[in-house]
């Protein structure tokens, strides 16, 4: 059987890993520091927190900037339920949107959902393809829109506009006219989950970029006291002679990353560009070769004149096909020994959130891009000959359910 998303754990990694636990900081210390800093002068943002996960680094800063109760913020409909939770996590209220056919979320329609309780918009880098964000940073400045915005606390009031929270959790890497994510808006949140390109088994980074008067330092000091019960100093921090001491300054959170977390991603960001990417890429270009063949295949965006994915899924649709096909396709794929997915289940459609109002006939291209869509294998081990398996299986099981 062919899995579909595998870690890479080499020998560099169980190395990296193994000194680590023989340092004596398995917690957070100077590996993570190390980290941070590299991410930050990799993806051009100003400052970069590590954290266990993209999601506590999603709702970390939702607090952060004081988002609670009759609040709202604006969510895709097509993501995983992570981006939505956090923000019910606070108190807020989901606002979702529907799609475009890139998979990422409609400016129109985050332009049309924007109201006076409106606090932030998190896009979503679907299968790490960069959302438009000349757009959607141009959007949160125009006039009218400015106007709407109602400051509930101080880091509102600072900023006095709607906050742009990119969810960045496949797309570390992808580039946006020449910029990599990380730097394209005022905040980015990474994921280095274990199906990532670039994994710490779990964890995340949140990559901070604001416009004036913020002092991202500063800010880096309370989020990390934010990120540890509202504890003052970290465990390195107090090693220091004299350095016992520490406040609690808020009730804050534990989600803090590990040295253990940092050490594997310390190895994969060092040949992230020019290894792993690289692979991805060549293996996206030979689904897209083989695949472009086929009238029935409609391919993924992944490179264009302004934006260029970070390779994570390679979502392929298959035109005119129902919903239930599509489920017989994937079983006749897995009768196969190759293993696909289906990214994602629109929010809509899941328990809580049909429950708590939402319909997906509100969301009619995000439903569509679902019903047709199949996730393929891709992972740095996957050779050329197990790519060329998986398409033969893609291309007898649609021909044996949708006869093309």
Known sequence: MIPFSPPRIDQRIIDEVVDTLRSGWITTGPKTKKFEKLLTGYGGQKVTLCVNSASAGLELMLHWFGVKAGDEVIVPAYTYAAT???????????????????????VAAVEN????????????????????????????????????????????????????????AHSIGGQYHGMKVGSLTDISVYSFHAVKNLTTAEGGAVCLNLPEPFDHEE?????????LHGQTKDALAKTQAGGWRY????????????????????????????????????????????FGKYGWAQLPLFENGSAKSSFHVF?????????????????????????????????????????????????????????????????YDLSDAMVDTVVQAVVDSVGSVAGV
Request: charged share 25%.
């Open 84 to 106: 939505a939770n956090v923000v019910t996590h606070c108190g807020a209220r989901v606002v979702f949107v529907d799609a475009g056919v890139d998979f990422n979320m409609s």
């Open 113 to 168: 959902a924007i109201t006076s309780r409106t606090k932030v918009i998190i896009p979503v880098d679907i299968a790490g393809w960069p959302c438009d964000y000349d757009a959607i940073n141009a959007l949160v400045r125009k006039p009218d829109v400015r106007r709407l915005f109602n400051p509930g606390s101080p880091e509102q009031l600072r900023l006095n506009r709607i906050l742009v929270m990119a969810d960045a």
């Open 219 to 227: 800010i880096y000091r309370a989020l990390n006291a934010k990120s």
């Open 247 to 290: 406040d609690i300054i808020e009730p804050g959170y534990k989600c803090n990353m590990t040295d253990i977390q940092a050490s594997i991603g310390l190895v994969e960001l060092e040949r992230y560009d020019n290894d792993m990417l690289v692979k991805r890429r060549h293996i996206f270009d030979r689904y897209a070769a083989a």
């Open 315 to 379: 979502l392929l649709r298959i035109r005119s096909i129902t919903e239930e096909q599509r489920d017989w396709i994937i079983q006749e794929i897995f009768s196969r020994e190759v293993s696909v997915n289906v990214h994602f289940v629109p929010l809509p459609m899941m328990t809580w959130y049909r429950n708590e109002g939402y319909a997906i006939r509100d969301y009619p291209v995000a439903y569509d891009n679902f019903s047709r869509e199949i996730s393929l294998p891709v992972y």
